[in-house]
């Protein structure tokens, strides 16, 4: 009777023992699938505002913008005036568009993004070009005089590291430039003052443009090798160092890295984006010197490719087919607007340089 007792306890816990462990396993497999399904709602968020912040900013009327300003500030609209307002705005673009400024982003989606983050390193490029220009050509009326204090101070921040987040952040210098730009844009506009200056000359035009021509080239030829190409590298010698002064001919393929193509198409349509309402700034401010020499045609020429270059992609990726192959090359394609505004650019530039 005793082992009957015992042995029906020992039954009775072992059962309650199993139904302990179900329990726990039960419970276990709730939580995982909890965890599940935030981290699915979590990846789909993301997925959603990654796609959101991936969008292009639209073009804006650069005049409009800035008689808006101007009208805003209660200032005049001097020379230079409005290619200064549309530097202000095209490096605003970039710390207010949607998601902000991602190319210093640590968490997802940002960390996931690379596309939108090229696309403001060719943004960037162009805004730090013109902030150079302004310094060093733009605001002086010859090599001796004085440079802009505030113009000063906002180039040398717009060169700042564009993948720094902290100490200080990239959004940080970025802001304190476009404060510079602004006092030196209200200095500009106010006639009572006359430290500020902007000088409409073709050989300070012909200067930038130099330097968007060199931009545009080196895009070209590195979006052309999306398909991989032979370069020709030439070695001129030293006739001083007893050399014979013999070109050496070097055979080279050059193609850009798979990982890398859609980073190159994309910072070709930051630059895109940004020359191109720079140039339509340029064309109001030195509509005079561009009628003198004939050149108005041809500046719209180049802004009509550039901004070609910005069309919708409804492709979900960046193709890389062949030259001729079944598949598009959108890199070629790209290839080809550039190329055609830096011919352009090579061509305004002679024009701006005949007498």
Do not use: C
């Not at 070109?247 to 910072?267: C, R, S």
């Not at 041809?298 to 192959?325: D, F, H, K």
């Amino acid at each position: 009777m005793l082992d009957w007792k015992n042995r029906t306890a020992g039954a009775r816990n072992s059962v309650d023992d199993s139904a302990t462990k179900v329990r726990g396993f039960s419970g276990k497999g709730r939580l995982v699938r909890i965890g599940g399904a935030v981290l699915g709602l979590y990846l789909l968020v993301a997925l959603l505002v990654g796609w959101y912040w991936s969008q292009e900013p639209e073009p804006f009327s650069v005049q409009q913008h800035a008689q808006a300003a101007a009208q805003d500030a209660q200032h005049q609209m001097v020379h230079g005036y409005t290619t200064v307002a549309t530097l202000k705005q095209v490096a605003s673009t970039l710390l207010n568009k949607p998601g902000g400024y991602l190319a210093n982003d640590l968490a997802p989606p940002g960390l996931w993004l690379d596309n939108m983050p090229s696309w403001e390193y060719g943004v960037l490029v162009q805004v730090r070009d013109m902030a150079r220009a302004l310094r060093k050509d733009f605001s002086r009326s010859q090599s001796q005089s004085t440079e802009d204090p505030d113009l000063a101070k906002a180039e040398p921040r717009f060169h700042f590291d564009n993948k720094s987040w902290a100490l200080p952040a990239s959004e940080a210098e970025y802001s304190e430039a476009i404060k510079s730009l602004d006092r030196y844009m209200a200095s500009l506009g106010d006639p009572s003052k006359a430290n500020a200056q902007f000088y409409t000359r073709a050989d300070n035009l012909n200067n930038w443009l130099g330097d968007a021509a060199t931009r545009l080239g080196s895009l070209s030829q590195r979006l052309s090798a999306s398909v991989g190409r032979v370069r020709l590298n030439t070695e001129v010698r030293d006739p001083a160092q007893g050399d014979s002064g013999e070109v050496e001919v070097v055979e080279g393929a050059y193609e850009t890295p798979w990982l890398q193509i859609d980073n190159v198409f994309y910072e070709a349509r930051g630059q895109a984006w940004a020359l191109a309402h720079l140039l339509r700034a340029i064309e109001v401010d030195f509509a005079d010197v561009l009628v003198k020499k004939n050149a108005t045609v041809s500046l719209r020429q180049i802004i009509r490719e550039l901004e070609a270059a910005q069309e919708t992609l409804w492709s979900p990726m960046v193709l890389n087919g062949s030259g001729y192959g079944l598949l598009a090359n959108h890199s070629l394609v790209m290839a080809n607007y550039i190329s055609r505004a830096n011919a352009g650019l090579i061509d305004l530039r002679m024009l701006l340089s005949q007498g």
